[in-house]
């Protein structure tokens, strides 16, 4: 089965379709023209009509372009979008250069440009946007045309005035850009955590699909190998003593095959099986050995212990729990600078496993934080390795401590305490009844090898 990754969604997450600016940009060019013709003709302030129009036609002019050129699904790369929406800034600027700078209320509508930027794009392209309007704006506290008013009079606000509508721009510019960032990026991260979350959860349900899937090839293959032990009964009743030895040894290779085919057979027949699926159930020491079999040849020292009071407890096997534990293990030998310590230990009531390692430990921010999807515990130094789902996006925790804590478990985590030690330490813990919840006492047939002495084929 293919590795599937949530990298499609962090590269597209900010990416907006260039149908959507056009259409915004239709929506302003509407509303510039209304509010032109309206001065112009409804109040009858004497506006440079030619001019505004001309400064409006030029964004007309680019959405058309921007329609022929590309189709209306084209998704725009982040210096794209950040050039059409300095455009727009541009734009406004010159039309408010027109009618009275700072001093026509529609000023305000430098923020506009600024909180699209802040909801799609990355902060720095936010910034400098931001700073593109501000910079404007106080150029044209200094320099514009006079606020078109009746003929019969003309109106100058104070400079004082205008500097209270400057500042507000600033502060709105800086407030609305920086509180929509933050609410954009909340929630476009829950979604890419939820996202991978779903990816999980559906390579979980490929994995428990496999029993069904090999019970049935083992139904299907039961005739075929019936029809083989019949055969080799036969073979062996004619040939009997008169076999050359090559021939005898050949027979009784083949039989030993054959009961080995049938011994598998039986297992996989097994694992529709509520009850008796041999793979459906594992110790506890053998869960914890899954765990630590792919990272050690890591070169990292890992020791792993097991041990308690009573019988070894035996779980259901669970694909979900299987990744968010290997999802802690691999972190604990990421951050690791020469050991990790894995120990499983139960009780009759309890049934724990904790993870430690001798690295930096986590971080405040982790500790509060822990189980948020957009809190991640790997610095810009330490590059993500493969291609891990949500890797370096602080979803890893997230769907570890979900898909553990699904399955009755409590997840804590803490940093080491005794003096002169440093790491982190991961502690899941179970009761031992849910622990053991659907778990069958662990059958594993040996397979039979004698020879097969019946006069006719069973079954199988």
Wanted: aromatic share 6%; glycine share 8%; proline share 6%.
């Amino acid at each position: 089965m293919s590795d599937t990754s949530t990298s499609g969604f962090v590269r597209d997450a900010r990416h907006l379709r260039l149908d959507t600016f056009v259409r915004l940009r239709w929506l302003a060019i509407t509303g510039q023209s209304a509010a032109v013709v309206g001065a112009q003709f409804g109040l009858g302030l004497a506006l440079p009509f030619g001019w505004c129009f001309l400064v409006i036609a030029a964004s007309s002019w680019l959405n058309l372009a921007l329609r022929i050129r590309f189709p209306a699904s084209y998704r725009l790369s982040d210096d794209s979008a950040a050039l059409l929406l300095a455009f727009d800034i541009i734009q406004l600027a010159a039309l408010l250069f027109l009618t009275g700078g700072l001093q026509n209320p529609f000023s305000l509508l430098f923020l506009a440009p600024v909180l699209i930027s802040a909801t799609a794009l990355p902060p720095e392209r936010t910034l400098a946007l931001g700073l593109l309007a501000i910079g404007l704006a106080t150029l044209l506290a200094l320099v514009h045309r006079p606020l078109p008013w009746f003929a019969d009079g003309r109106i100058e606000l104070p400079f004082l005035y205008i500097s209270g509508v400057w500042t507000a721009i600033l502060l709105g510019t800086a407030f609305t850009g920086v509180y929509a960032w933050r609410v954009a990026e909340e929630t476009r991260q829950l979604a890419q955590a939820l996202a991978a979350t779903e990816l999980v959860l559906a390579r979980e349900q490929h994995l428990s699909q496999l029993d069904g899937l090999a019970a049935a090839a083992a139904h299907e293959l039961g005739t075929p190998l019936g029809t083989i032990m019949v055969v080799t009964k036969e073979l062996v009743r004619q040939l009997g003593p008169n076999a050359s030895p090559g021939v005898a040894e050949d027979l009784h290779l083949l039989r030993e095959q054959v009961d080995r085919c049938r011994g598998i057979l039986q297992k996989l027949t097994s694992l529709d099986s509520d009850e008796t699926g041999f793979l459906a159930t594992v110790t506890f020491s053998h869960l914890v050995e899954e765990l630590a079999a792919p990272q050690r040849s890591l070169g990292i020292d890992l020791a792993v212990s097991s041990q308690g009071d009573g019988p070894e407890p035996v779980c259901r096997r669970n694909p979900g729990v299987m990744f968010g534990l290997a999802n802690i293990v691999d972190n604990a030998v990421d951050f690791a600078d020469s050991r990790v310590v894995i120990e499983a230990r139960w009780t009759l009531d309890r049934v724990s496993l904790e993870i430690r390692d001798d690295g930096p430990g986590f971080s405040s921010e982790v500790l509060l934080r822990a189980g948020e999807p957009y809190v991640t515990t790997r610095s810009p130094e330490r590059p993500v390795q493969g291609d891990t789902v949500g890797a370096g996006l602080g979803l890893g925790l997230f769907i570890a401590k979900t898909l553990i804590e699904r399955s009755g478990a409590q997840l804590t985590l803490s940093n080491a305490s005794a003096p002169g030690t440093t790491g982190a330490a991961v502690r899941v813990s179970w009761a031992r009844h849910i622990f053991e919840r659907g778990a069958a006492p662990r059958l594993v047939p040996e397979v039979a090898a004698e020879p097969l002495t019946e006069p006719s084929a069973t079954p199988i």
